[in-house]
């Protein structure tokens, strides 16, 4: 059953640097990093050593608990370097490329004439499980559950977003045999979300569930299609996956190989050019931005501005990013900047702030916080960005104080911490809402599981 | 060096020690901080806390400057020196004279409320170790506002000292409160000097001192009038003019139009006289989105749908005259919001986030509570005829009551979805 879904709480929150509708190759890398940090709350299992050669899809590592959840490398080449940390914790697992990449094949397969079974090892073994995401926990789908539906976001309404419409034109192919292999693995529906009146490739595949949404930011998160479509109850699982690697798994699929590339937008006020990339996962940041960055007191972003993680100019593409943000470090003072009118900073509020008075005014945001951490004072905020059908407030502080009963009542189930991105961008006292919630459900899966 | 660099060489030197909450709180008044995001969002609104305090702090300006020319304005009235001005521009309400009064007596009372309020924050932010936190600068704004301008300026103190720790910082400080500070203040200088805070000579600066001499001067607020309104009333007579005999409610009459108490040249705490002052003060909360309209609204409709139950038991002939409760049961419903400090309270007061109901259908029922026990109290308690602060403390406690059940509506919500689902 297709539905309309329409957001009316939520903030858009536009920026300079959105990328121009054409792309360019970036220049291969050097090197290629795996980060295991990118897989939430996996311990990897090396499978390789330094000097080993690899071919791309073939695993470089598998999860500690689990054998068969396998991560493959996106290039062929050599491993020159796995950097690890305190305790000796991996960090990055850094593969020189060969010049000419050689692909493991894994076979062409028909994903309509194949069981649930037989698709879930095929994706097991090529390394292709760890885009598949479930709710709860927002961490990678358990192997050992059937998820009650599948959710596909079209729509990417982030700031500054890459546009799905644009990079998903002409993988019509991939992504419906992705579509199709999916629907074998749920007994419910694959619902695919595309935005009301854009010109998405995924709304015309057939045999899934077509919904429009329209809105603000977040109507283009996945959790709040879940929420207004289907939303998770204590004992379900829904799996979710990035319309971006949609296209990776259908292309094995298809040729059989591991083809870790995608377009992404790069984009920010500190990007001379923003347009759009292609690039392998794990290509260093250095080659996707070359000679089009200002590096001078520059936060670069693997990600978009609220949910995407800080990286160095010579840090990689994560793992599920699609865009690289560089904005302007906002390490300076601002005289009286508490009382004095704002007019080129975003905000909810018309406390001598006047974005109000300019809504399609694209804003140069630096990284200042614009304040200090406090308690929690302000009510009723949340609620404005909040589409989802729980009070935000509570929940942030039923897991602040741990109390998994009432975590579980508030509805900790259906959420991931890019859910509270925006109550966490608005918050007057600057509270850390992305990790409250990472932590609760952090929390809620030891306790729970 | 500039003032901005040498302020961040002096941070830096601070940092971790005891001082550094004390210094912060002075730098980041001069200077928004040169944090930078870690984790989770990159980029930030441009509100905080300061921000948000600040916004309350302007809308209480008009209040506070209209306090100091009222202050003036009474006594002079009282001792008979000055003609009544006839509305809100009259002629001899904003002179000078009548300010310098007022910032004589209304001043102290903000800087003694401030200083003794801050040096408190500052002591417990520097023993326990957290940054000082923007909660008191309205709090600080509030208290001068809502106490009588004759109030000895140490019982301001002590009872400063004795909101902000036991009322605050006892549960952790900015955030954690149960009860809104300012009126903890409020509940304890009533409590503990009830003397001096429900007589007759605290309202007009002066009448005090004048008590007993031939110049006396009455300093009666109109709730204390109306709250007597069948009680005879002598007037010494003037001049050697005969006394006049009359009824509190009839000299209240008398002595205030309908007018003079929507404009607020009447007697009364120091800011919240002027309707017409706190009414703009409250648009511009609801404009900035800093204060509750939900509140605002909720608690005015309370207040009228109590007056209209009080007006009908009149009505009904239940009451009548001989009874002590008639005086304010008879006050027209719509009057009850400007006499009295109804309206102060809903939009300063009831509407403080921390210690009002935190979701927004708890706001309507906290706000319409909070209306309806105000006149209550007013009507039932003629000793002490102002009911706002103590229905609002009332319903600060049970505020998380309200929060529980509107939180579990959403839970069963939840949990309804999940029987369907296994039935």
Redesign the interface.
Known sequence: MSKDIRIKKGLDIKLVGEAEKTTIAAKPSSYYAIKPEDFHGIIPKMLVKVGHKVKAGQALFHSKLDEALLFPSPVSGEISEIIRGAKRKILEIRIQADATQEYQDFGKKDAAKMSGDELKAHLLTTGCWPFIKQRPYDVIANTEKTPKAIFISGYNSAPLAADFDYTLSGKEAELSAALTALTKLTEGSVHVVTKKGGNSPLATVTDVTSHKVSGPHPAGNVGTHINKIDPVNKGEVVWTINAHDLVIIGELLLTGKFNASRTLAVTGSQIEKPQYVTALIGANIKDITANNINLDNTRIISGNVLTGKKETPEGSLGYYHNQITAIPEGDDYEFFGWNKPVFDKVSTSRALTFSWMQPNKKYDLTTNTNGEHRAFVVTGSYEEVFPLDMYPLQMLKSCMYSDLDEMEALGMYEVAPEDFALTEFICVSKQPHQKIIREGLDLMLKEIG | MSL?SK??NLKEKYKGTKMAPAFNALH?????????????????????????M??VIMALVPCLIFGMFNAGYQHYLALGQIEAANGFLGASFWTLDNLLVGAMTVLPLVIVSYGVGLAVEFLFAVIKGH?V???YLVTGMLVPLIVPVDIPLWMLAVAVIFGVVIGKEVF?????NILNPALTIRAFLFFAYPTWMSGDKVWVHGAKEMAGTPDAISGETILGYYAKAGQELTIAGTNGGSDIVTTYGDRAAELYSYSDMFWGLIPGSVGETSKFLIIIGALFLI????G?W?IMLSTVIGALVMGLIFNGVVDAGWITESSKFYGLMDVPFWQHLIIGSVLFGAVYMATD??T?A???KG?WIYGFLIGFISIMIRVFNPAYPEGVFLAILLMNVFAPTI?HYV?QA??K???K??KV?TA
């Open positions: 901005k302020l961040h980041t008044f001069l200077y928004l901080p040169n944090e930078t995001t870690h984790g989770g969002t990159h980029i930030k609104a441009a509100d905080d806390l300061k921000r948000t600040n916004t940054e936190e923007e909660g952790g400080g900015t955030g954690m404009f900035t989105k800093i509750s939900r986030p921390v009002a935190q979701t927004n706001k929060d939180v959403n839970v919500k939840r949990m979805r999940l689902k």
